[in-house]
C-alpha cells in the first residue's frame, strides 16, 4: 500500500491521542539498519533519536534479533506462572551487577512497559512504608498510567482525567541554565536543594512532623539525568546532598532508569554517576533493545523480599515473557562482552565537541551539554536564551522532509524535541554510532539549523 493510501486510513482510523500527530510532517518509515531509518522511497534518515533510547544498541542489531529468532523456535510463549530459563538468568544478572556495585542484595519483578514498571514500584514503597504521596520532580515524566500520570508534573496529562488525589510533590530540578533560584551554579551553593531541605524545619512547612521525623512522603522518584524533560546533567553532588535528608526521614530513592539506563549516560545505571544508593530501579526501553517491551524493577531484599512481597503483589499476563527475557538477556551478555564503559564516553565527548564548536557559529544554540551518549542542544533566540520553540520545530520538519544534502546525497535527519519550553533536542544516539556518523549528524543538523534561519 502507498503513503498516500496509508496516511488517509490513518487520518480515520487511528485515534491521534498519542504523540503522531505533534509533528506537522507525517514519516511512515519501511525499514531500519543501525543509526538509519528507510522511508518507501528508500531515502535515508540518520536517527538521533533511536525510539527514545530503547534501541540503543542499533536497528537490526544481528547477534540480539539471532537470539529473538532462536528463542520463537524454541520457547516463544508461556504463561508468567510457570518458570523459565531467561527469566531466572536475567533476573539474576541484574540483581548481582547491582550488588556488585552498590553493596545491596536485592530482587527483581518484571512486567510490561515503563509506565507499569513505576506502578510496581509505587506499589512496593506503598506496601512498605504504607504512605501514598511521593516527591519528584518538575520536568520529570515517568509514563502515563494514572499513578504514573500522578508523579509525572505536567499538568496537561492529567487535566482532563479528574482530581488526583495522589499528585506528588513536585520539587525543583537542578536545571541549571535556567536555574529555579535564578542563580549561577558557580556560587549557588545549591540553592535549589537548601530551600527543599527548609522544608523539614517546621511542621508548617507541610512536609514532616520534625518531632518524630515522620515524612508524609514514602519516596522521591527520581531521574537521574532528566530525560523527556531535556536531557538535563544534574550537578555532580546534587543527590549525594539530596540523599542525606532523605535518609534521615527515612523517604525511600527510586531511580527511573527506564530512558537513561543501559549505557544511554556511560554507565549501565545513570545513578551509578552520582554516588548513591538507590533503594528501588526501574527499568524498560533498551533491556531489550526495543524488540520488546518487558519491563522491570530492581528492589533492595528488605521491601521485596516473599514475606513482604508474596505471590499475587502485582501480576500481568505478559510481564516476564520469554521473548522479552531471552531479548534482555542478550543484551546483559551483549554489555559483558562490550567495552561500553570506555566507548559511550569517548563517542560522547567526540559529539559533544562538534555541538560545541557549532554552538560558537550561532547563537541560537543557546547550551548544548551531556553524559555520555545523552546530549541536549537548547535552542534560543538570538540572545542564547529566551526558548525558541518555532525554530526547534522548523528544524525538527526539515529533518524529517529528507532533502538534506550534507554529506553528498539526499537524506532526513530524525530528532526529538523534549525540554521545559520545548526546544530542546534530546539527542540519543545509537552507542555504536561512529566519529564519521557523528560528523555527518551534525552537518546534517547544521543544514536543518541553516535552512530553519532561512539563511
Ligand atoms: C524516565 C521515564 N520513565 C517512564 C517512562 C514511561 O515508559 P513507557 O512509555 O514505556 O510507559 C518513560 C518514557 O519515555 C521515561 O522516559
Redesign the pocket.
Known amino acids: 500500500m502507498d503513503d498516500k493510501e496509508l496516511l488517509e486510513m490513518e487520518s480515520k482510523y487511528c485515534s491521534w491521542g498519542d504523540t503522531v500527530h505533534y509533528a506537522k510532517q507525517l514519516n511512515i518509515f519501511r525499514e531500519s539498519d543501525g543509526i538509519y531509518l528507510y522511508d518507501s522511497q528508500g531515502r535515508q534518515y540518520v536517527d538521533l533519536q533511536m525510539w527514545?533510547s530503547a534501541a540503543n544498541f542499533g536497528y537490526k542489531n544481528r547477534r540480539l534479533n539471532d537470539v529473538l529468532k532462536k528463542q520463537i523456535d524454541t520457547l516463544p510463549q508461556l504463561a508468567c506462572q510457570y518458570l523459565h530459563e531467561e527469566k531466572i538468568r536475567l533476573a539474576a544478572k541484574i540483581s548481582q551487577d547491582i550488588e556488585k556495585k552498590f553493596g545491596v542484595k536485592g530482587r527483581v519483578h518484571f512486567n510490561v512497559?515503563?509506565?507499569?514498571a513505576?506502578e510496581d514500584a509505587i506499589k512496593v514503597v506503598r506496601n512498605h512504608t504504607g504512605k501514598i504521596p511521593m516527591f519528584s520532580f518538575m520536568g520529570g515524566?515517568?509514563?502515563?498510567t494514572l499513578a504514573?500520570t500522578a508523579i509525572t508534573s505536567s499538568y496537561r496529562y492529567r487535566e482532563h482525567y479528574g482530581h488526583f488525589s495522589d499528585r506528588a510533590h513536585f520539587v525543583p530540578y537542578p536545571y541549571c541554565f535556567r536555574c529555579p533560584e535564578g542563580k549561577s551554579r558557580e556560587s549557588c551553593g545549591l540553592a535549589c536543594l537548601r530551600r527543599f531541605e527548609k522544608l523539614f524545619e517546621s511542621e508548617y512547612y507541610s512536609l514532616v512532623n520534625p518531632k518524630n521525623k515522620n515524612c508524609e512522603y514514602g519516596a522521591f522518584f527520581v531521574?537521574p539525568v532528566q530525560?523527556?524533560g531535556g536531557y538535563i546533567v544534574p550537578p555532580m553532588d546534587y543527590f549525594k546532598e539530596l540523599k542525606k535528608t532523605l535518609d534521615k526521614y527515612h523517604v525511600l530513592f527510586v531511580a527511573?532508569e527506564?530512558?537513561?539506563g543501559f549505557y544511554r549516560t556511560g554507565k549501565l545505571w545513570s545513578i551509578e554517576h552520582f554516588g548513591v544508593v538507590p533503594d528501588i530501579i526501574v527499568f524498560?526501553?533498551a533491556l531489550t533493545n526495543g524488540l520488546n517491551?518487558i519491563?522491570g524493577i530492581w528492589a533492595k531484599e528488605e521491601l521485596i523480599s516473599p514475606e513482604v512481597f508474596p505471590p499475587g503483589m502485582t501480576h500481568s499476563t505478559f510481564s516476564s515473557n520469554p521473548l522479552g527475557t531471552a531479548a534482555g538477556l542478550a543484551v546483559m551478555d551483549l554489555i559483558e562482552d562490550s567495552n561500553f564503559d570506555v566507548d559511550v564516553p569517548k563517542r560522547g565527548a567526540y559529539f559533544l565537541k562538534q555541538l560545541k564548536n557549532l554552538q560558537k557559529k550561532y547563537p541560537s544554540i543557546g547550551q548544548v551539554d551531556g553524559l555520555g551518549l545523552a546530549l541536549r542542544i537548547e535552542i534560543c533566540q538570538k540572545d542564547g536564551f529566551t526558548p525558541d520553540r518555532d525554530l526547534t520545530d522548523r528544524i525538527m520538519n526539515i529533518g524529517l522532509g529528507a532533502q538534506l544534502t550534507a554529506g553528498g546525497k539526499k537524506r532526513g535527519l530524525v530528532l526529538d524535541i523534549g525540554g521545559y519550553y520545548k526546544n530542546v533536542f534530546t539527542l540519543a544516539p545509537s552507542l555504536y554510532i561512529t566519529e564519521d556518523e557523528i560528523d555527518l549528524s551534525v552537518m546534517l543538523f547544521e543544514e536543518a539549523l541553516q535552512k530553519a534561519l532561512g539563511a
Open positions: 527514545y512497559g515503563g509506565a507499569q513505576i515524566y515517568h509514563g502515563r504514573a531521574e530525560a523527556t527511573d527506564i530512558q537513561m524498560g526501553k517491551p519491563s
